[in-house]
T-cell receptor, first 112, second 114 residues
C-alpha cells in the first residue's frame, strides 16, 4: 500500500472549517483514500473514502486532486468533539481481509 | 455503540496468568482483525481473519493466540505476557469479500500486565 504524509498537528477554532491535508504521491490507480479518526482511548472511527471523485457524507467532505497525489478532508463546522487523531490511509480495495495500515496521523485540536 | 463489542474493557493480569479477550459483531461482516496500540504509537496489525480463516499473522509472538470460531466472534488468548504487552487491543470487522468497505472498530480492551 502507498505511504501517506500528514502534518503532525493542527488547530482549528470551533465553528470554523477544519481542512486536513494528506499527501500520497505514490498512490496506484487501484488504491482508495480512506480517512479515519480516533478520539482519545477509543477505537478508530471510519469517516469517508474515495477513489478519484470528491465525496461528501454527513460527517465530512473528501477532496482528491486530479492527479490523485494528495487529498483534503474537510470538517465544515468543527466542534470540540471533533478533537481527535485523523488518519489518512491508502489501500487497495477488493479483497476481504486486505489490511488497513495506520500511520501517525494528524492530531486535530478544536479550540473554543 | 459501533456494532463491534469488545470485552472486557479493562484487564489487569499477572505475567503468569492466562486470559482471553473477546470480540463480537453482528453486522454480517466476514473479516475480523486484531490491532495493538501501545502508548504514543500507531496501531499495529496483529492478525487478520477472512471467512473464519487466518490470512495474516504479523510476526506476533506465540504468547498471543487468536481464535475465530465463527464469523461473529473473535478471541485473543493471552498467556505468559510481558509488561511491554500492556496496550490497547482493538478488534475491527469488515463487510464482505471484495468491495471497498470501511472497517468498524470496537472500543478496545485496555490491558495492563503487572
Amino acid at each position: 500500500d502507498a505511504k501517506t504524509t500528514q502534518p503532525t498537528s493542527m488547530d482549528c477554532a470551533e465553528g470554523r472549517a477544519a481542512n486536513l491535508p494528506c499527501n500520497h504521491s505514490t498512490i496506484s490507480g487501484n488504491e482508495y483514500v480512506y480517512w479515519y479518526r480516533q478520539i482519545h482511548s477509543q477505537g478508530p472511527q471510519y469517516i469517508i473514502h474515495g477513489l478519484k471523485n470528491n465525496e461528501t457524507n454527513e460527517m465530512a467532505s473528501l477532496i482528491i486532486t486530479e492527479d490523485r497525489k494528495s487529498s483534503t478532508l474537510i470538517l465544515p463546522h468543527a466542534t470540540l468533539r471533533d478533537t481527535a487523531v485523523y488518519y489518512c490511509i491508502v489501500r487497495v480495495a477488493g479483497t476481504s481481509g486486505s489490511r488497513l495500515t495506520f500511520g501517525e496521523g494528524t492530531q486535530l485540536t478544536v479550540n473554543p | 455503540e459501533t456494532g463491534v463489542t469488545q470485552t472486557p474493557r479493562h484487564l489487569v493480569m499477572g505475567m503468569t496468568n492466562k486470559k482471553s479477550l473477546k470480540c463480537e459483531q453482528h453486522l454480517g461482516h466476514n473479516a475480523m482483525y486484531w490491532y495493538k496500540q501501545s502508548a504514543k504509537k500507531p496501531l499495529e496489525l496483529m492478525f487478520v481473519y477472512s471467512l473464519e480463516e487466518r490470512v495474516e499473522n504479523n510476526s506476533v509472538p506465540s504468547r498471543f493466540s487468536p481464535e475465530c470460531p465463527n464469523s461473529s466472534h473473535l478471541f485473543l488468548h493471552l498467556h505468559t505476557l510481558q509488561p511491554e504487552d500492556s496496550a490497547l487491543y482493538l478488534c475491527a470487522s469488515q463487510r464482505g469479500a471484495g468491495g471497498n468497505y470501511g472497517y468498524t472498530f470496537g472500543s478496545g480492551t485496555r490491558l495492563t500486565v503487572v
